[in-house]
């Protein structure tokens, strides 16, 4: 395969080394997995119909607008439409003429932190009532275990159906990129001939492929991000010792990270996951352990310290800067992580509610999740134009999304604008402790030692 850049910018749709067994797919839903999965499919050949109910989704799409921020999708998105390989319609059809209809609809957390599988119910009753010939039938959206078995006795059973779970592993503004160079394929499949046609999608493509029964297959899902969930969740915990015991978790972390055994991703201390998978997925693991009698001790952990570190960031600046009361606080970063607008269970929500709730007066910016949040934070907050607006005369500036622009700020000029007691509360680590202090800022980060001001 081609760099995922050259892909994407290519004229034409079909990347090199493309499917040769082109099939017709349906693929239903247009969120992130969904869109993705449709136009890299569309690109590499495939004929592709999308299906989004959403009607405001559906017009942008139609236009060739993604309503989605993700890195080379607008491309390929443009190319599927213009070669006339990628389609979007709003509902099946009553016959549906397709070899795969794929699964990408939501599956979000229930109170009791389940997952809400209504939709999934509702989508594989309707491709039973459309299909019309044998089709495979992928589940791309995130389900517990066990769903897939119950889905084929429910409604799969002696129809031309062949069910086959195919998670998605897929990173929120590398998710093109992911498609491409993946680290795996997963293939949990009824039948063999159902698992051949799905790794058929991914023709071209050089990546391990596992083939699995279809409850291992999602159970790897769960497994991974749950895996991943923990590691970020220990390093905030050795980054919570290190402040006890006079230890700098940078340090501590690369020492870890050194070890192949362990390796440095996900070590990085900070606010703790958010996002679409990892808060949802560990809660929903949690509760199919419960729902099957196990106690899954660990994963509570997992959840409560990820929540407990945002907790933790109000409680840090209460001692850097004394009471919250009436402070000017500029939050830095809306979005979960960089490279998205995704704000779903971002940890800026979270702090922004706990600080105004402690009496702090907050300006806000984000360069790409504004708009998203709006109706998400407090009443009285102010959405700042850049960085330097949302400091301006700002007690104390909270960086919570690492962005590229948020490091590379002229902080000095930061400084100049703001008031006393000029705290810089660096939630991601991201930030040069020494230079903070240099510059005049009383620091404060996770797992480092506070800093105090070495020049006015």
Not at 232 to 244: G, H, K, T
Not at 336 to 348: I, L, N, Q
Request: some cysteine; overall charge negative.
């Amino acid at each position: 395969m081609p760099d995922i850049n050259e892909a994407a910018n290519s004229g034409s749709p079909k990347p090199e080394g493309r499917n040769t067994c082109e099939m017709k797919i349906t693929v239903i839903g247009a969120g992130y997995v969904g869109l993705v999965a449709a136009c890299c499919l569309a690109g590499s050949g495939h004929q592709v119909t999308c299906v989004e109910r959403d009607d405001a989704k559906l017009k942008l799409l139609k236009r060739g607008q993604s309503p989605i921020l993700e890195k080379g999708i607008d491309r390929l998105l443009g190319q599927g439409l213009s070669a006339g390989t990628l389609g979007f319609s709003s509902s099946l059809p009553s016959h549906l003429d397709a070899d795969v209809a794929m699964i990408a609809v939501g599956t979000p957390c229930l109170l009791t932190g389940s997952a809400d599988l209504s939709f999934i119910y509702r989508v594989v009753h309707d491709v039973k009532a459309a299909a019309r010939s044998p089709l495979v039938l992928v589940m791309k959206s995130t389900v517990p275990p066990g769903t897939g078995a119950r889905l084929i006795e429910r409604y799969l059973k002696d129809t031309p159906i062949a069910y086959v779970s195919n998670p998605e592993f897929l990173r929120e503004g590398l998710a093109i990129e992911d498609w491409y160079h993946p680290s795996r394929i997963v293939i949990g499949a009824q039948t063999e001939r159902a698992a051949a046609l799905t790794s058929e999608l991914y023709a071209g493509i050089d990546a391990p492929v596992l083939v699995t029964d279809i409850t291992s297959a999602e159970t790897i899902k769960y497994a991974a991000n749950a895996f991943l969930a923990t590691k970020i969740s220990f390093i905030n915990e050795i980054a919570n010792l290190c402040e006890a015991v006079g230890a700098t978790v940078d340090d501590v972390a690369s020492g870890m990270g050194l070890d192949p055994r362990i390796g440095p991703d996900f070590l990085r201390a900070g606010l703790g996951y958010g996002g679409s998978c990892f808060p949802k997925d560990t809660r929903a693991l949690d509760f199919a352990a419960l729902n099957h009698g196990y106690d899954f001790r660990l994963l509570k952990s997992t959840i409560e310290v990820n929540t407990r570190q945002r907790v933790l960031a109000v409680h840090k600046l209460r001692q850097l800067m004394g009471s919250l009361e009436g402070k000017e606080i500029a939050l830095l970063g809306l979005a979960f992580k960089p490279g998205t607008d995704d704000t779903r269970e971002a940890p800026s929500l979270d702090i922004a509610h706990l600080l105004h709730e402690a009496g702090a007066r907050l300006r806000v910016y984000d360069p790409a999740a504004m708009e998203k949040c709006r109706f998400l934070l407090p009443t009285g907050v102010t959405f700042a134009g850049d960085v330097y607006s949302a400091a301006a005369g700002a007690n104390a500036v909270v960086l919570i999304t690492e962005w590229p622009q948020f490091i590379a700020a002229d902080w000095a000029t930061i400084k100049e604008t703001m008031k006393e007691p000029y705290v810089v509360f660096d939630g991601r680590n991201a930030l040069s402790q020494e230079k903070m202090n240099a510059v005049g800022f009383r620091y404060g980060g996770i797992g480092r030692t506070s800093g105090t001001p070495t020049s006015g």
